[in-house]
């Protein structure tokens, strides 16, 4: 089956940088996800790296290394509103076009001043 | 910007109560999908649909079923609500490749 680890709770301050891993087991792979969700909100897309090797969108990073079965979401320059809960997901591979995806658990990120 | 619409962001229904979960999305998206979402679960997948009146079986299919008789609606039905089943439901579209779009959520209560 597919699994996914990741941590429950990360705390940092503003304006620090703080790593979310996300470890992941898979029949087969098809890129790594990382969705952010405030809360009440709705989950919202942030990356997707399908290589190896690190994607950049603003302060916002995502590292995969399909060798380790490894992924990271970086956020730098942390600012209050970042605090959210952070998911990583892969494709299940045996689901076709249909793109469904497993998530981890989440981890829940807490900015303080 | 793609919008996914759910009916009702809160429902309190009694126990064996019938549940209707609506979810609407303006993108001509071909696959949609249910997820249920509880603390320190995750998101897991209940069902989702590729096509018009097709539907695949997620991981916690039990006591759901679901509709999807346009493209641009999915219903996720509960035919006799049971505690067990109060959760957020989240519905999802996607295009063929890309991401998952995100409706805002429907907490449902079941007493």
């Known amino acids: 089956g597919q699994s996914l680890e990741q941590p429950s709770e990360v705390t940092a301050v503003e304006g620090a940088i703080v790593q979310i891993n996300c470890t992941y087991q898979?029949?087969?792979?098809?890129?790594l996800s990382w969705y952010q969700q405030h809360d009440g909100g709705a989950p919202t897309f942030l990356s997707y790296n399908a290589l190896d090797g690190l994607e950049e969108t603003g302060r916002f990073s995502s590292f995969l290394s399909r060798s380790d079965s490894y992924g990271y979401l970086l956020l730098q320059e942390l600012q209050m509103k970042d605090s959210a809960s952070y998911f990583c997901?892969?494709?299940?591979?045996?689901?076709?076009?249909?793109?469904?995806?497993?998530f981890g658990q989440g981890t829940t990120l807490q900015v303080k001043p | 910007d793609v919008k996914v619409t759910q009916s009702s962001r809160y429902l309190v229904k009694r126990t064996g109560e019938k549940v209707f979960l609506e979810c609407v999305q303006d993108?001509?998206?071909?696959?949609m999908f249910w997820y249920r979402q509880d603390p320190g679960l995750g998101l897991r997948l209940i069902y989702f649909s590729y096509d018009v009146k097709m539907k695949e079986k997620g991981d916690i299919p039990e006591g759901y079923s679901v509709s999807r008789e346009k493209k641009e609606r999915f219903s996720l039905i509960l035919e006799s609500a049971s505690t067990n089943q109060t959760s957020m439901y989240l519905c999802?579209?996607?295009?063929?490749?890309?991401?998952?779009?995100f409706g805002e959520g429907s907490r449902l209560t079941v007493l």
């Open positions: 997901a892969v494709r299940d591979p045996g689901s076709g076009n249909t793109g469904k995806l497993i």
């Open positions: 993108m001509d998206h071909e696959n």
């Open positions: 999802a579209s996607r295009p063929q490749s890309g991401e998952l779009f």
């Open positions: 898979t029949s087969g792979f098809y890129g």
